[in-house]
């Protein structure tokens, strides 16, 4: 299935990944190194990083499938993510570099106190080691599907080389080896659909026309419909997408740390600012794959998958199936699939390695007043290597533990709308109010809001409501735990709903302590003592 050509693609991928992310990431001295850079990288490389990460395979192998599949609604996402990402220019960054924070999360422990710098940080990895597993799935599934290879072997061999360079090099590993793979699977991309028009007779101008008198460009819908529910709405998405890009790219260590390395603020919202005109094309560029592998299966101009075939499938398909032999397209697309998922595991493992460290570690040793070892910035090294190893394990095991999901786009959305209000809503408290919030009752009103939504997915997924409504005995105290008006309450209003709740629960509570008190603060202060720095 693989020709030389693929073989050279494949494998030379992997060794210039691993020579870049090695040598970028040498003389790692400290956590200020190991995590942000020295804080002297340019904002063009991080504007890069940023669309490396949020590209994941899960987009790739999962965008393509829904425009497949149905239409290009999910460009409606996109004027959310434009709203959303001025707004954290303008309202989050600011407040980032003035504290001069390692996570996004040491804010919170300023502004209110180390109760809500921990449960913030608890919120966010949870949603990391879900989303992250599940985008590392996706690949996984793609590559399997080609090779028809085992899909623990692959799940394990990527996470593998990924864990290598990330806990050696850290972030500046990651920022350079994600240049490499955004220009991997941006070309291989470009390759695909390129092949995709020859492929496919006539003008483009044709095949356009084609595709949209079959309805599969429509993208806007105002209303909800017959056979079209809330989730694919406009306005909702609007709302919803704003608040999800908000929390992704503002309250999520992940994304946020690569602002975090530029000098300064200005140099920080030029990253955003990039990203948020250069992701665009991108995703029109993974939609126009997926339109036009309809137009060529379902015009038989080549033999497609079987109907039974899940949608996530079919890009992978027509990577193993409809791609000519030895010409090092397969290798470049496999490659181009490889490529976004190390980029999004890696920015993963470094986000919950320096969050894990910064808001949780090194509170516990304050707290118990261990001085000298919070102060060890050699010490911190370590243990930032170690758990970023230990990530890489576990992010390899949930990935597998996932592997019967189905419509793998929306179930990673969805899971993080379950704590991405919460966190938002504390983060818009912080930066929007000077008085209002207590670090107690932030645990509780984050705890909850994450609990309310919950209980929305669980009733949902787990007790679907035509179970519910069956008449006998058993399923009657679903109905009563999972009414069926649960169903309505669909995955784009779960962000709203949690950014509101935290938010408006926040605003009834005085703050009751000064800014950076507690154990949060302690270490702020220790650390900006130390020789090290």
């Given at each position: 299935?693989?020709?030389?050509?693929?073989?050279?693609?494949?494998?030379?991928?992997?060794a210039v990944t691993l020579?870049?992310?090695?040598?970028?990431?040498?003389?790692?001295?400290?956590?200020?190194?190991?995590?942000?850079?020295?804080?002297?990288?340019h904002w063009l490389l991080a504007g890069v990083s940023i669309i490396a990460t949020e590209v994941s395979a899960l987009t790739l192998i999962s965008v393509p499938a829904e425009a497949y599949a149905t239409d290009w609604s999910y460009l409606q996402l996109y004027a959310g993510a434009f709203l959303g990402r001025w707004l954290i220019v303008f309202l989050l960054l600011p407040a980032f570099y003035g504290g001069s924070v390692t996570t996004v999360y040491e804010y919170l422990g300023q502004r209110f106190g180390h109760r809500t710098q921990t449960t913030a940080a608890l919120c966010f990895m949870f949603s990391k080691i879900v989303g992250g597993s599940i985008r590392v799935?996706?690949?996984?599934?793609?590559?399997?599907?080609?090779?028809?290879?085992?899909?623990?072997?692959?799940?394990?061999?990527?996470?593998?080389?990924?864990?290598?360079?990330?806990?050696?090099?850290?972030?500046?590993?990651?920022?350079?080896?994600d240049l490499l793979q955004a220009l991997t699977f941006i070309g291989g991309g470009v390759a695909a659909l390129v092949f995709l028009?020859?492929?496919?007779?006539?003008?483009?101008?044709?095949?356009?026309?084609?595709?949209?008198?079959?309805?599969?460009?429509?993208?806007?819908?105002?209303?909800?419909?017959?056979?079209v529910s809330w989730e694919k709405v406009f306005?909702?998405?609007?709302?919803?997408?704003t608040l999800q890009n908000m929390a992704a790219l503002g309250t999520d260590q992940d994304l946020t740390q690569r602002m975090l390395t530029c000098r300064d603020v200005r140099e920080s919202q030029r990253s955003l600012i990039f990203n948020l005109f250069a992701g665009f094309p991108i995703v029109c560029l993974f939609l126009s794959i997926g339109t036009m592998l309809f137009l060529a299966y379902s015009g038989g101009h080549a033999d497609g998958p079987a109907s039974n075939v899940s949608r996530e499938r079919v890009f992978p398909f027509f990577i193993a199936n409809t791609l000519p032999e030895g010409a090092g397209l397969r290798g470049l697309l496999v490659t181009a699939i490889f490529a976004a998922s190390m980029s999004s595991a890696a920015s993963a493992l470094g986000a919950l390695s320096s969050s894990a460290v910064t808001d949780l570690y090194r509170p516990f040793l304050a707290a118990r007043g261990r001085d000298r070892a919070a102060r060890s910035?050699?010490?911190?090294?370590?243990?930032?290597?170690?758990?970023?190893?230990?990530?890489?394990?576990?992010?390899?095991?949930?990935?597998?533990?996932?592997?019967?999901?189905?419509?793998?786009?929306?179930?990673a959305l969805s899971w993080a709308g379950l704590v991405f209000g919460a966190m938002l809503g504390v983060f818009l408290l912080g930066v929007l109010t000077k008085t209002r919030g207590s670090d107690r009752a932030n645990l509780w009103i984050m705890l909850s809001s994450a609990a309310l939504l919950a209980w929305f997915k669980i009733g949902q997924s787990v007790f679907p409501t035509e179970l519910a409504r069956s008449d006998d005995g058993v399923s009657s105290w679903k109905l009563i735990l999972f009414p069926a008006w649960q169903s309505a309450v669909v995955w784009p209003w779960w962000i709203i709903i949690g950014t509101a709740w935290t938010f408006g629960w926040g605003c009834c509570f005085a703050k009751p302590?000064?800014?950076?008190?507690?154990?949060?603060?302690?270490?702020?202060?220790s650390r900006n003592s130390s020789p090290s720095r």
């Open positions: 299935m693989f020709g030389p050509a693929d073989w050279v693609i494949f494998i030379g991928y992997f020579a870049v992310g090695f040598w970028s990431g040498r003389r790692e001295r400290n956590t200020t190194d190991f995590f942000l850079g020295g804080r002297r990288q799935l996706a690949s996984a599934i793609a590559v399997s599907e080609t090779f028809n290879w085992s899909l623990p072997w692959v799940i394990g061999g990527m996470m593998v080389v990924v864990t290598a360079y990330t806990t050696h090099g850290g972030i500046k590993a990651i920022l350079w080896t028009f020859l492929l496919v007779p006539g003008a483009w101008h044709e095949n356009v026309a084609a595709a949209w008198h079959s309805g599969k460009l429509h993208t806007f819908t105002w209303r909800p419909a017959e056979g306005w909702l998405l609007l709302v919803s997408s910035e050699g010490h911190h090294l370590r243990v930032a290597r170690g758990l970023t190893f230990a990530f890489g394990a576990l992010l390899a095991v949930v990935a597998y533990a996932l592997r019967q999901s189905q419509g793998l786009l929306w179930e302590v000064a800014p950076a008190s507690g154990a949060a603060g302690q270490v702020a202060s």
